[in-house]
């Protein structure tokens, strides 16, 4: 089963990767394309799709919206081949939403793990126009057995441990794929998506980790087994070295984590008061209290300022009066509606997913 993609033709990743380090990203890799965003671009509402990180396995697709297909099968009554309008006629819908790397924050793991090495920037919040997934499979008609739905992407490329070349693909079980309230999105603060952000559709699944959200989609592939493909079975799974053997689970939802947008780490300020200010996020359940600490204080509870809707991030903010001048050192941490709060250390797994570490900020007063 293969959606068309068009020709395949790649971008030049030179060009990406200047785009991105114009607009503030921090670079990881060139080719493919992985880079981060310093905390404090995030300062602001919805992160400007400029400054989005960017997470890619293989090279950018650069495809064709006029001859992009997308092919909907497997257990379902009614199979479809959906062209761009066709797939729009099933009505946008808007939605912001927090799409987080399950490797933001694996450089701080100790001893040091493979992998990208994120910081704290594998994180962005945008507005999302797309068609709900949910439409879309009632009307190609899920039939009986079906137990998950996998995405594919256009791109591909060889993954370690092989020499086989793979499509990036993901699943979710059916009622994830119905009712995470899943978007087929073609649009991301209210602009056609760019290419490095999976044009012209990609799959955008509020509450999990950024991996579900499939770029380049081509293909839905409603199916009775469990799949296990490499980016569903081998990686993005927690491996957890406990009592001497290895606990293993896929990532799923986001842990819970806030970020420090104002002041950033290196700003000198005058020795007077000041705001602090950030954004905190859980796959869990809502952010229900950010706590901050300034210069080895007590934690303190920060303001929660606005409503967010279901999927976006929560800004807060705190007003200080620094006791003394000099180097000051500010902590946040986020808790959830489920009771989940941030550790110092988060557990240690092979792979290096989930670390929801403090974020640290350094500032000197004068
Ligand atoms: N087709 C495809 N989809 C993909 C990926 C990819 O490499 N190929 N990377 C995934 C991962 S691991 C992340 S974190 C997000 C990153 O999305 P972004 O680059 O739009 O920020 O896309 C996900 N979807
Ligand atoms: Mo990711």
Redesign the pocket.
């Known amino acids: 089963m293969a959606g068309s993609a068009g020709l395949m033709s790649t971008a030049d990743p030179r060009q990406a990767w200047q785009e991105a380090l114009r607009a503030g990203l921090a670079g990881l890799s060139q080719d493919?394309l992985n880079c981060e965003v310093p905390p404090a671009l995030l300062d602001g509402e919805v992160t400007p799709t400029s400054r989005?990180?960017?997470?890619?396995?293989?090279a950018i697709p650069l495809l064709d919206a006029s001859t992009w297909r997308l092919e909907v099968g497997g257990l379902v009554r009614r199979p479809m081949i959906l062209g761009l309008d066709e797939l729009k006629r099933f009505g946008p819908v808007s939605t912001v939403a927090v799409?987080?790397?399950?490797?933001n924050g694996r450089s701080s793991y100790v001893p040091a793990v493979q992998g990208e090495q994120w910081g704290h920037g594998?994180v962005?919040n945008a507005s999302w126009t797309g068609v709900r997934m949910a439409d879309v499979l009632d009307a190609a008609g899920v039939q009986r057995g079906a137990a998950e739905v996998v995405f594919r992407?256009?791109?591909q490329g060889p993954v370690s441990g092989s020499t086989e070349t793979i499509a990036?693909e993901?699943s979710l079980s059916v009622a994830d794929a119905r009712y995470s309230g899943a978007l087929l999105a073609f649009a991301m603060n209210d602009e056609p998506l760019p290419a490095?952000?999976?044009y012209p559709v990609?799959l955008v699944v509020p509450g999990k980790?950024?991996?579900?959200?499939?770029?380049?989609?081509t293909d839905i592939t409603v199916t009775s087994s469990r799949f296990d493909g490499f980016f569903q079975a081998e990686h993005?799974v927690f491996e957890w070295p406990r009592a001497g053997a290895v606990v293993r689970q896929p990532v799923a939802d986001p842990r819970v984590r806030a970020l420090i947008t104002a002041p950033a780490t290196g700003d000198r300020l005058p020795h007077a008061a000041f705001q602090i200010r950030g954004v905190a996020w859980s796959g869990a359940a809502p952010v229900t209290l950010v706590e901050v600490s300034v210069a080895g204080s007590q934690w303190q509870p920060a303001t929660l300022v606005g409503k967010p809707g279901p999927h976006g991030w929560q800004h807060w903010e705190l007003p200080v009066q620094p006791a003394s001048p000099g180097e000051v050192i500010i902590r946040a941490r986020a808790t959830d509606g489920a009771g989940r709060t941030q550790q110092t250390q988060p557990e240690w797994n092979r792979l290096g997913y989930g670390g929801n570490f403090i974020h640290v900020v350094s500032v000197l007063l004068r």
């Open positions: 493919p989005f990180f960017r997470r890619n396995h293989f799409l987080e790397c399950a490797g594998a962005g992407g256009a791109d990036f993901r490095c952000h999976g990609r980790y950024a991996v579900a959200s499939v770029k380049w989609l993005y």
